[in-house]
């Protein structure tokens, strides 16, 4: 049996802290970045696919429009493995994209997100 985890859900009872980095490079493309999550995120075998093990951290380094991207997805419970929902994966790596010229990262109901341009 697989969990998933609805962060919208979860993020009621938990804190979460959120921050843009203030300096470094900043955005190439954003829609190729939008890219790259949407099939890590969605996609059958997708980088951030399928069940985290307790404190797991996946991440992945792809190169577009001349610029390395730093995507870091992790599960900060230390007793539980879960599966995150493909569209928490996709909208907080996205928010990171959107929200933050030189990327940023967010900690929310126990998962760590990062988005970082050149950061790699």
């Not at 609805?6 to 954003?30: E, H, K, Q, Y």
């Not at 829609?31 to 980088?47: H, L, P, V, W």
């Not at 069940?51 to 539980?80: E, H, S």
Request: glycine residues 10%; charged residues 20%.
């Amino acid at each position: 049996m697989k969990t998933t985890i609805i962060l919208t859900t979860l993020a009621l009872a938990m804190t979460t802290s959120a921050r843009c980095f203030p300096d470094g490079a900043t955005w190439n493309n954003r829609e190729q970045a939008r890219t790259f999550i949407n099939d890590a995120c969605y996609k059958s075998g997708g980088m951030f696919t399928g069940n985290y093990a307790p404190r797991q951290l996946k991440a992945m380094c792809p190169r577009g429009q001349g610029q390395n991207i730093d995507f870091v997805v992790q599960n900060l419970y230390g007793n539980t493995g879960f599966d995150l929902a493909d569209k928490d994966c996709y909208d907080r790596l996205n928010s990171e994209i959107s929200k933050c010229p030189h990327g940023g990262e967010t900690t929310a109901a126990g998962w760590f997100f990062r988005a970082k341009p050149g950061g790699c």
